[in-house]
């Protein structure tokens, strides 16, 4: 990404998860050493783009912000679909998407940071500057 060789997108928030985005409903739950994805975000900028997709899921759906990850998804993982470019009233040379992870199975090193329940504390700590 810092070559310019890949698009990324930081995929969050949910149909019903916006502000309040302790209530994704997005989760990946471990299977051996991968990662089972499962859910629906929406409104992602670079979503029809996007090499890369940092999702933010639940890791342990029991917990709110303490149970919240980031998790990385490379574009050509089978299971992950590219949904509608939403229409919107300006920035048209930016794309904003539905996107859909259903049974996507990643590797556990695709963990951001390599510590489960961190990905809140990451997203208050890196948001500000983006
Ligand atoms: C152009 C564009 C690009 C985007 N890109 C991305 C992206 O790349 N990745 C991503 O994850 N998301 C992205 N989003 C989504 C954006 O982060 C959400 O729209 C935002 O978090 C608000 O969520 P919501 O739309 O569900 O609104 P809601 O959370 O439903 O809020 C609706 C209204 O209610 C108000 N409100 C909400 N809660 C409260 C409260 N407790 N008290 C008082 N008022 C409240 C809000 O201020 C707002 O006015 C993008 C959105 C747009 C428009």
Do not use: C, R
């Given at each position: 990404m810092a070559r310019g060789e890949a698009i990324g997108a930081i995929s969050m928030t949910e149909p019903a998860a916006g502000s309040d985005l302790q209530g994704i409903k997005t989760r990946a739950i471990a299977d051996?050493?991968?990662?089972?994805?499962?859910?629906?975000?929406?409104?992602?900028?670079?979503?029809?783009?996007?090499?890369?997709?940092?999702?933010?899921?639940?890791?342990?759906?029991?917990?709110?912000?303490?149970?919240?990850?980031l998790v990385l998804v490379e574009g050509d993982r089978e299971g992950f679909a590219r949904g509608r470019n939403l229409e919107k009233i300006g920035l048209k040379a930016q794309d904003t998407s539905e996107l859909f992870f259903n049974d996507v199975r990643v590797p556990m090193t695709n963990l951001l940071g390599g510590e489960e329940g961190q990905g809140f504390v990451q997203l208050m700590q890196q948001l500000p500057q983006e």
């Open positions: 051996g050493n991968h990662y089972v994805i499962n859910g629906q975000k929406v409104f992602i900028t670079n979503g029809q783009l996007a090499d890369i997709v940092i999702v933010v899921t639940k890791t342990d759906p029991d917990e709110n912000a303490k149970g919240m990850s």
